[in-house]
């Protein structure tokens, strides 16, 4: 493993801690972020760890007009012994790396990102809470900082991993959402860049969720943009659906992103023996399940809240309430075998857990 | 009109201006830019010209992550009698309010817009080249800057205008291009943001881009999402056929960007009489009016380039030659037509210039 050296610049001060208790998503950020840049002929380099910073950019920057830019998302957890647990990180690194080539952005070496991130992990330990459903959000992430208005890959980009404590996504347990099948807005077709993890999706879905709250739903159900028939995602999570006993998600198909909470949790219900099925599923496939009581379970996965499901179905007007408006019991199995993975209560038999301690010894 | 002040900070130094005998696209730009803010509940404020500087965002600034920025692009025309002309800056103005509310970012007030515009170019006037075929490209864009890893609309924004002196699309006058009609990737989707003007959906074509290049075409010819067989662009321009006298370009249909060139054409050809049509248009119509001899004239249409006459169209392997790979005599005269319009060489009997002689004066 050749691993280029990180310069270290600590920050003079430190912030105050937000309470553990009253911790929301994404709104508060540690005190220092691991930056690279990218120069054509150069290629990456000037890795450094540095105190939590502005950025500073021309308003030429491309990342402003033409979107080039790309962002992984991930979660470090701590125990009270001190251990600190990172699940799958070599995955969002490998994605990352497919998504910059679909935005004709460089490749990171992703080797090299792993050790910034541990290192920087390694600085910010304190910062992990620790309090039950807590966690450390750690948001890698690449943009275009090139001055140019050309329609064109960038020639300069600059590399960023950030750091959020964050709190329980549910603060009172998991509880089933409201969602509203979307007919009118799409998130992503295929040829375009739903399967990578860029702006332009998120910015995309916007109008649709605004739509959806007004009307009392949390989140939309997004549909294929070709037919308008199938499931694709639920908000910005994969979807999966419990039909007669068997478990069914959406195929990769090149319009959805490939989730790595949706990877686990197949290879866990394959472990469990539960069957198990990736492919297309129709709204009327849905419906008529629904309608023969065949639908037992729906729930979405995702980095955030883990697994979010799924009380209320409305296509069209047409309401499936699903296993009561109560949160499945696969729903809750699975939420509670990945929630113990990742923070060490339970067995990991997949190796999926980079446990930090052994590593954080050798960096000190 | 309200118009609210604006807070002028005059740089101290001045940088040299370029050669206007090499000026390339979106390279160099004024000393001085347009910039507000919005924050909820507050609205925009603040509007001030302040010298052109670096933009210093959170590296947790939402657009970077979730794509929440549009902008727009026109050109300001000098004669030599210093009067400086707008080629109708108010459908800017009005269409970056709607690509605003598709990506539930706050609208501007487009008066207070092209105020601040014009007031820019007053104090950039000495920027804008007068060589034949250059002019001062103007780019008005805002960004969401708000600190947040939510996927939600920011609550805080900042609006830019920056101008940039820019060389002839031609340096020896019009000539044709190859393109290649793209069947792999789709630039957008009816239900998608393909209608806006957001970065997303030029990150989304920069991977075709590169694959066509990389085959000798210098842009790639854009096919409806859903079927793969109706056109909708070329590049980042609208597109026109000439089929046995009639001109036909693809109506509107959500995916595809209103270009403000594209409408201009659209009066122009009526006003000469011109049979012309805005429908849907399917590569097998074009293929078979090739084949029968009647595909007499193909060109793109945009902002940067005004025409970009098509030379070969390539389908799969199977190349269209179109008008003998030369520039066709209606994009010529559709070309010199409106560029003279636009530098004030020919008569405007649209009222779309407007003319800043005393405006200037007035502000002055």
């Not at 690194?93 to 490749?107: A, F, G, T, V, Y």
């Not at 290192?119 to 992990?128: F, G, M, R, S």
């Not at 966690?135 to 140019?148: D, G, H, T």
């Not at 099948?181 to 332009?200: C, I, L, M, S």
């Amino acid at each position: 493993m050749k691993i280029s050296p990180i310069q270290i610049k600590l920050s003079d001060s430190r912030k105050e801690k937000p309470n553990p208790e009253t911790l929301v998503f994404g709104r508060s950020f540690t005190d220092h972020m691991f930056t690279a840049d990218y120069e054509e002929g150069k290629g990456w380099h000037s890795y450094r760890i540095v105190p939590y910073a502005p950025v500073t950019l021309d308003p030429a920057a491309i990342v402003f007009h033409y979107g080039q830019t790309v962002f992984e998302g991930l979660k470090a957890y701590r125990s009270p012994d001190g251990t600190v647990r990172l699940f799958r990180p070599e995955e969002n690194m490998k994605r990352m790396n497919l998504s910059l080539d679909r935005l004709c952005m460089p490749k990171i070496d992703e080797e090299m990102a792993l050790h910034a991130l541990t290192k920087l992990i390694q600085i910010e330990k304190d910062w992990i809470p620790t309090l039950n459903g807590t966690s450390l959000y750690i948001r890698p992430f690449v943009i275009a900082n090139e001055a140019f208005l050309g329609v064109a890959p960038a020639k300069k980009y600059q590399f960023f991993i950030i750091l959020s404590p964050v709190g329980a996504y549910y603060k009172e347990g998991i509880h089933p959402v409201k969602i509203l099948v979307e007919n009118e807005f799409v998130r992503a077709v295929k040829g375009g860049t739903g399967g990578a993890k860029t702006a332009g999706n998120y910015a995309s879905g916007l109008k649709a969720q605004e739509v959806a709250g007004q009307r009392g739903y949390s989140q939309v159900l997004w549909l294929d943009g070709i037919e308008r028939k199938y499931v694709e995602e639920v908000g910005s999570m994969n979807i999966f659906f419990k039909i007669d006993g068997e478990v069914v998600t959406p195929a990769i198909n090149g319009s959805i992103l490939e989730g790595i909470t949706r990877k686990s949790i197949l290879q866990l219900l394959d472990y469990w023996n539960i069957p198990v099925a990736e492919r297309k599923i129709s709204m009327d496939e849905i419906r008529e399940a629904y309608e023969a009581g065949k639908l037992e379970e729906i729930f979405g996965t995702g980095t955030a809240a883990v697994i979010s499901p799924v009380g209320e179905l409305n296509w069209d007007g047409y309401k499936m309430i699903v296993n009561g408006s109560e949160t499945g019991p696969l729903a809750k199995q699975l939420f509670d075998t990945l929630t113990n993975i990742q923070t060490g209560k339970e067995e990991d038999p997949f190796n999926w857990i980079i446990e930090l301690k052994n590593e954080l010894a050798k960096l000190a």
